[in-house]
């Protein structure tokens, strides 16, 4: 075992968890009972540009562990720029908690003024790619620092499209300079929801562009005539994710591993153990690796 | 479609739940049908939406029940889409709503419980800031008591309501246990506040109500006092005085002659 792996297990810090990681003596980090080393703690940055008990509790969590922030409300993939007011709160959080790592998704959710909080497709082309590498520089100016791009769940293509999911991300990353944050959840259920194969999905990644990775868990749901998975973050990671992500470590290396749990959130020792298995995981691949 | 066209277009089927301006562009693959690949969309996005109200209206919402509450909650949201990503300051016009929504009539105090929510989320989610020093008044010399102007602290929110909302919001809170509290028993004169970390919930009197009003529109202690001694000619102001330093209601001074 490489002592860096201690470092690359993630949770998301959630309010309900406040108490029991922060305030009580915690028992999270503490091998001994079977619980993982937490390397690190994930936020979504819009819950904190605010004051009150959030930022008290995010400035608690800032002295104890490392902190990510992944945004999901800028709106990175909109036609229209991104919001310099947004942005202007993301940077004066960032400089007063200091980010091991920045991330948003490749997706929109502004149109106009109405803002949709939940994470729309994009057409897999030409102009896309234009537009999400215009509003990533204008933000990795701003901040004085490169993201990451977070590859979405989607449950629809549109005629528009020229071209797959990953080299679309690709071209992107290569454009902007910005990095990849890899969903191996959405992966999978890209692959169910459009018919395509998840571990060509991984394979068309050069190494290198990964980050980080999140896992979680997602539902089934039946339509008429088939059945389409939805990115619901409501429920432990299934068999199949965990077996493509193996295969990820497997082609990536030992990545920082976060497991999201954003609805229905459980107990801080159920997310623990979670987190656990992806310790686990990464512990097996590096050693698979360095064999 | 060009990028923004298909942004409006995606935008408007989802927000009327009609996918017509967008389904031509819609190419789903295997089983499922545009339409209903495009229902997902419609129901996540409607669904947060939803639930961010629900969290913020909990009151309100258990007044009158999970159905009427979605029912209320799928006429509003249409209109009244976020104009900001951060969706725990999403529903302002919230209560103003329930203020005209036709089956809401018959509980007249609706409204009024979401507006006393609605001021809960905003000092819960107001700036940090510091108490004024009851030293910094003992430096003031007794000529200048009459100039004096107090900033309120960035959380205080004050509140009148025909209805007893804090007395219902804290029964909804305790999720109905206890007797059920009279609605008829006045009006309310409410400070709502986050000196610290905990928002807290305070009765005032009618003049210490006012007092306070008159101060947070920016007028002088000689203006605002007269206006609470108006109300109540025994208002007590020393005592005021005593009681909001301990509470920490002021944050600072300003403007003084």
């Known amino acids: 075992m490489q002592p860096a792996q201690k470092d690359l297990t993630g949770i998301g810090l959630r309010s309900a968890h406040y108490k029991a990681l922060l305030d009580e003596q915690p028992a999270i980090g503490w091998p001994e009972i079977g619980w993982p080393e937490i390397g690190w703690l994930e936020i979504h940055p819009e819950n904190y540009f605010c004051g009150g008990v959030h930022t008290h509790y995010l400035g608690k969590a800032r002295e104890r562990y490392p902190v990510s ?62 537009t999400l590498c215009r509003n990533i520089t204008i933000t990795q100016e701003t901040l004085g620092r490169t993201i990451l791009l977070e590859n979405p769940s989607t449950y629809l293509g549109f005629s528009e499209s020229t071209m797959g999911e990953p080299e679309f991300l690709v071209e992107i990353a290569r454009r902007s300079g910005c990095g990849l944050l890899l969903d191996i959840n959405n992966i999978y259920v890209q692959a169910h929801n459009h018919g395509s194969n998840a571990y060509d999905y991984l394979n068309s990644i050069p190494r290198g562009l990964v980050e980080e990775i999140h896992l979680a868990g997602h539902m089934q749901r039946q339509f008429s005539h088939g059945t389409l998975l939805i990115d619901t973050h409501n429920q432990p990671v299934c068999d199949g994710v965990w077996d493509l992500y193996r295969a990820a470590l497997h082609r990536f290396g030992g990545v920082p591993t976060l497991i999201e749990w954003d609805k229905d959130i459980p107990a801080l020792d159920v997310l623990a153990g979670e987190a656990k298995k992806a310790e686990t995981i990464l512990i097996q691949e590096q050693h698979y690796e360095a064999a | 479609m060009k990028l923004h066209e298909l942004q409006r277009a995606f935008a408007d089927a989802i927000v009327q739940n009609s996918p017509d301006s967008i389904l031509s562009s819609i190419n789903g693959g295997g089983s499922v049908s545009p339409a209903e690949r495009l229902s997902v969309y419609h129901n996540n996005s409607i669904g947060n939406l939803t639930d961010a109200l629900s969290d913020t209206f909990s009151a309100t919402r258990k007044l009158v029940g999970d159905g009427f509450f979605r029912s209320m909650v799928k006429m509003f949201i249409p209109e009244h889409m976020p104009a900001e990503a951060d969706l725990n300051r999403y529903g302002a016009g919230f209560p103003s709503f329930i203020r005209q929504y036709p089956p ?24 940090d800031d510091t108490a004024l020093a009851p030293q910094e008044i003992a430096m003031i010399s007794p000529q200048q008591y009459p100039s004096m102007r107090f900033r309120l602290r960035t959380s205080a929110r004050l509140m009148h309501a025909a209805y007893p909302v804090d ?91």
Not at chain 1, 76 to 83: A, D, H, K, R, Y
Not at chain 2, 109 to 127: C, G, I, Q, T
Not at chain 2, 230 to 253: G, V
């Open chain 1, 69 to 130: 922030f992944h945004a999901v409300g800028l709106s990175l993939g909109s036609s229209e720029p991104v919001s310099r007011n947004h942005l202007q709160k993301l940077k004066a959080l960032a400089d007063r908690f200091e980010p091991v790592r920045i991330s948003d998704h490749a997706s929109w959710s502004a149109s106009g003024n109405a803002h949709f909080n939940d994470l729309l497709p994009l057409p897999y082309n030409q102009e896309s790619i234009e």
């Open chain 2, 104 to 127: 809401a009539q018959p509980l007249p105090y609706l409204a009024d419980v979401a507006h006393f929510e609605w001021l809960w989320n905003e000092a819960f989610l107001a700036a």
């Open chain 2, 167 to 257: 007395n219902l919001w804290h029964f909804c809170e305790a999720n109905g246990e206890g007797d059920a509290p009279d609605i008829n028993t006045g009006d309310v004169f409410l400070l709502l506040m986050r000196p610290q970390l905990e928002v807290i919930t305070l009765r005032l009197s009618h003049a210490e109500y006012l007092l306070l009003l008159w101060l947070s529109r920016g007028n002088t202690y000689e203006v605002s006092a007269g206006h609470a001694l108006q109300e109540d000619a025994t208002f007590d102001l020393t005592a005021f005085f005593t009681k909001h330093f301990e509470l920490k209601t002021f944050q600072s001074l300003y403007d003084m002659k």
